[in-house]
C-alpha cells in the first residue's frame, strides 16, 4: 500500500472513541486546499479509469476495484458517492446501494446477493452498505443467533480473499463519525426542507444504540481487517477530508494496478492505408 492507505489501515484492536472524527491525517492544507486538489484528483482517476476499463473491454486484465463504504447514518455514504464516484466516467462504474433483504434474497446464504452485485474486469464498483450489515445491525439488533454471526466474520474473510485471488482490490473504508456530528446532521435536515427527504425518524431509534453499534464497528475492524482487504477508518466529521482521503486512496490503488494500454489487435498501418484511400 502507497502512503494514505498505509496511514489509514487498520490492524488488531481498535478503540474508535480515541480516533478523533475531525482528523486529518496525511493532509496539512486547509478546506480550500481541499477542495481546490479534488478535481486535479479526479483528471487522475479519470484517466486510471479509462485505462482499466480499457483492459477489461480488451480482454486483457481479470482486475477490478471494488470501493466498500461503511459507516453509521450521516457518516457520508451518498456524498463519497456525489464527490468521489462522480469524479470518473459512469459506464465504468457499478454501484450498488443495499438495503434490506428481499424476500428473494433471504431465501439465499447472506452473500449470495453481494457475490451478484461484484464488479466485472475492468469495472469500479462501489458499495454503499455491503456484506458487513449482516454482523452489524445483525448483531446489535439480534437478527441472527449469536453463533451464526460469529461464523460469518471467517465467510466474510473467505469470501473476499476468493475475490482478491481472483483480480479483484477492495478498498474497504469505514466512514467515522462522532455522536456530536451525527446530531449536527440530523439537526440539518430538520431545519432545511431540500433535506426532509433524507431524514428517517428510525435514525434516532439507530442512534439509541450508538454503543453497540460501535462495539459492532470495533469487531469488524479488528477481526476483517486482512492482509488482502484491510479496513481503513476515514475520519468523516469534516466532509471536505473524507472526500479527498478516498479520491486519493482510490487513486493509488488504481495506480497499483500497473496496466499498460491494451495493444491493437488489428494492423494498424493497414486501417491507416485503408481510411486514406476511403
Given at each position: ?150 461464523q460469518r ?29 451525527q446530531r ?8 432545511d426542507p ?85
Open positions: 500500500m502507497t502512503d494514505l492507505r498505509s496511514t489509514l489501515a487498520t490492524t488488531g484492536p481498535i478503540d474508535l472513541a480515541a480516533h478523533p472524527s475531525d482528523a486529518t491525517p496525511g493532509f496539512t492544507g486547509t478546506k480550500r486546499d481541499a477542495k481546490r486538489l479534488l478535481p486535479e484528483i479526479g483528471e487522475r482517476l479519470m484517466d486510471l479509469q479509462e485505462l482499466l476499463f480499457a483492459n477489461g473491454r480488451a480482454g486483457t486484465t481479470d482486475r477490478k476495484v471494488l470501493l466498500l463504504l461503511q459507516g453509521m447514518d450521516t457518516s457520508g455514504k451518498g456524498g463519497t458517492l456525489r464527490h468521489v464516484a462522480g469524479l470518473v466516467d459512469p459506464q465504468g462504474l457499478a454501484i450498488t446501494a443495499f438495503k434490506a433483504p428481499t424476500d428473494e434474497e433471504r431465501e439465499h446464504d447472506f452473500l449470495w446477493r453481494i457475490g451478484r452485485r461484484l464488479p466485472e474486469p475492468g469495472m469500479i464498483g462501489v458499495f454503499d452498505r455491503s456484506q458487513y450489515e449482516d454482523v452489524l445491525i445483525g448483531r446489535v439488533r439480534e437478527l441472527a443467533p449469536a453463533d451464526e454471526i460469529e466474520y471467517e465467510q466474510i474473510n473467505a469470501f473476499e480473499r476468493e475475490f482478491t485471488g481472483g483480480g479483484g482490490v477492495l478498498l474497504k473504508c469505514f466512514l467515522h463519525i462522532s455522536p456530536a456530528d449536527e446532521r440530523l439537526a440539518e435536515r430538520l431545519e431540500t433535506k426532509f427527504w433524507k431524514y428517517n425518524p428510525a435514525d434516532l431509534d439507530e442512534r439509541s444504540l450508538w454503543p453497540q453499534y460501535q462495539q459492532a464497528y470495533e469487531i469488524v475492524l479488528e477481526r476483517c481487517s486482512t492482509e488482502y482487504a484491510p479496513w481503513h477508518v476515514v475520519p468523516a466529521g469534516r466532509k471536505w477530508y473524507r472526500n479527498w482521503a478516498i479520491a486519493t486512496m482510490l487513486g493509488e490503488t488504481l495506480a497499483e494496478l500497473g496496466l499498460d494500454w491494451p495493444a491493437a489487435d488489428f494492423d494498424v498501418e493497414e486501417q491507416k492505408r485503408r481510411l486514406a484511400t476511403m
